[in-house]
């Protein structure tokens, strides 16, 4: 079995555009979240959304290769760019080598949107334009990467709900130490306007606290009152040690842990079983104890019973082992078909930094979160090995386990 | 409209969807070479008359508009 490196990280969130950027504003303990006035004239119950611009790439991208793109695989672009180029990889070494491409994403909402829009109002489906298939499709993502940056290997989205970029990551992974690929570009990306989250919004899953736009994601904290709908996209480069020693690359980390579960349960409402076995089956895959962990990036959305049952599930792995654990989702709301691949980011800057972001707005824990060492203040620590929980609906769980090099 | 207005109007429309100068827009020059057209963008230009015009190009018809020239003609006999 081969090992697996992460050799390349870039992000576009509503914490930053960048590595740079995104590593001071988790250390700064900054909310990404505002107050959306468009999405309370369409009647939404929140209007609470992060914030990002939709990237401008005209001086980048030619406008057959943007028409196809809606807005988060421009996102998943600029991210992407950043990963490849903090790896090393330039286009010569895209042409010559069977680069993979394993991506999350799980919606495509507003383009579908504006073309059923178009074919109802005037009867014509000329006019819905040749990008509106492209932009359409689940995997509208892969589809853009794998032809603007021309890669030869696997080509292939991942749908697994708010678990997809992780669950990339670790596909990716078992795909390199098997030898099937050498090298594999893995993320994901969240589209962030209303179409995508009406129905979302509709279910009351979001926190309704407008007034307070930036105290409205509070993962653990007792009076919580659910998720902050968020975005953005977040790639990470992965190879095989062999590959990137043999490139002279930076190596950033190792992934020495993919875990993974289906609840087998409800569409909804998360167990505690699931994500347990998640857990243990990346702590297995490791061959590490836990105590080696010195930090978990939950998955915690802000959601009563979701975070109550994530905290259930880490007690029940960890007990004793008092390791700190904090919701990135904090800052940055749910990410959702991105969060696994931004929160493994968030992390491996974290641990590269030496401290561990805020829990921002955790007050005051409820019974399930008060048995976890929660941070609200940044804490100063020096960690090699983190664990990263994504969780979604219809059950999917995946955890991963990225270790320091 | 006046057929000087309506070809200003046309390449300019063109030139801000397919990102060419308008200097490439001449009667006789080759729409899909000059705008670098292939089989889906070219969808994109049918789209854009009709929307702009109320022209709607039968698709028979639009592998017979070669050039600049003809497109103008075609816009012009049909708005």
Same mark, same amino acid.
């Given at each position: 079995m081969k090992r697996v490196v992460i050799t390349g990280m870039g992000i576009y969130s509503c914490l930053g555009n960048g590595l740079d950027a995104v590593r001071q504003s988790l250390y700064d303990g900054k909310s990404g979240i505002v107050f959306d006035q468009a999405r309370k004239d369409m009647g939404f119950r929140s209007a609470l959304t992060s914030y990002l611009e939709v990237p401008d790439l005209k001086k980048e991208l030619s406008r057959s290769q943007r028409v196809y793109m809606p807005e988060q695989a421009k996102y998943a672009y600029v991210a992407t760019a950043e990963a490849l180029k903090n790896a090393g990889i330039d286009q010569d070494y895209l042409n010559a080598n069977e680069v993979g491409l394993l991506y999350g994403n799980d919606s495509s909402a507003e383009p579908v949107f504006r073309s059923i829009t178009t074919m109802l109002e005037?009867? &014509?489906? %000329?006019?819905?334009?040749? +990008?509106g298939i492209f932009q359409s499709m689940n995997s509208t993502v892969t589809m853009n990467l794998a032809c603007i940056f021309k890669l030869r290997g696997i080509n292939l989205t991942v749908s697994?709900?708010?678990a997809s970029g992780s669950h990339a990551i670790g596909l990716g992974t078992l795909l390199i130490r098997n030898g099937l690929q050498e090298m594999v570009v893995c993320g994901g990306a969240q589209e962030v306007n209303p179409y995508a989250v009406g129905s979302f919004d509709g279910i009351s899953?979001?926190?309704?606290r407008e007034d307070q736009p930036t105290k409205?994601?509070?993962?653990? &904290?007792? &009076?919580r009152d659910g998720l902050v709908p968020g975005g953005g996209a977040a790639t990470v480069i992965i190879e095989s040690y062999e590959s990137a020693v043999r490139r002279g690359a930076p190596i950033i980390?190792?992934?020495i842990g993919y875990g993974f579960s289906s609840n087998g349960d409800h569409i909804s409402v998360p167990n505690v079983d699931g994500p347990s076995r998640s857990l243990q089956m990346a702590i297995k895959d490791a061959g590490? &104890?836990?105590?080696?962990? +010195?930090?978990i990036n939950a998955?915690? %959305?802000? %959601?009563p019973v979701g975070d109550r049952n994530e905290a259930k599930a880490i007690y029940n792995v960890?007990?004793?082992?008092n390791v700190e654990v904090t919701s990135t989702k904090s800052q940055t709301g749910h990410e959702m078909w991105m969060a696994g691949a931004s929160e493994v980011i968030y992390s491996t800057l974290m641990m590269k930094n030496g401290f561990i972001a805020p829990n921002i707005n955790f007050e005051n824990p409820d019974e399930d979160s008060a048995k976890l060492n929660i941070p609200s203040k940044r804490v100063s620590k020096k960690f090699d090995t983190f664990l990263s929980n994504s969780f979604g609906f219809g059950g999917t769980n995946s955890t991963l386990i990225i270790k320091n090099l | 409209m006046e057929k000087a207005e309506l070809i200003e109007k046309v390449n300019t429309l063109l030139s801000e969807e397919f990102?060419?100068?308008?200097?490439?827009?001449?009667?006789?020059?080759?729409i899909k070479q000059a705008l670098q057209l292939d089989s889906l963008s070219i969808v994109d230009m049918v789209a854009l008359i009709e929307n702009e015009f109320g022209v709607k190009i039968k698709p028979a018809e639009v592998s017979q508009l070669t050039t600049f020239g003809k497109l103008y003609d075609y816009i012009a006999e049909h708005i």
């Open positions: 005037k009867k &014509d489906t %000329t006019l819905v334009g040749s +990008g697994g709900a708010c899953a979001f926190s309704t409205a994601s509070r993962p653990f &904290d007792r &009076d980390a190792e992934v590490i &104890d836990i105590r080696e962990i +010195g930090y998955h915690a %959305t802000s %959601t960890f007990r004793d082992y | 990102e060419v100068e308008t200097d490439v827009m001449t009667p006789d020059a080759n």
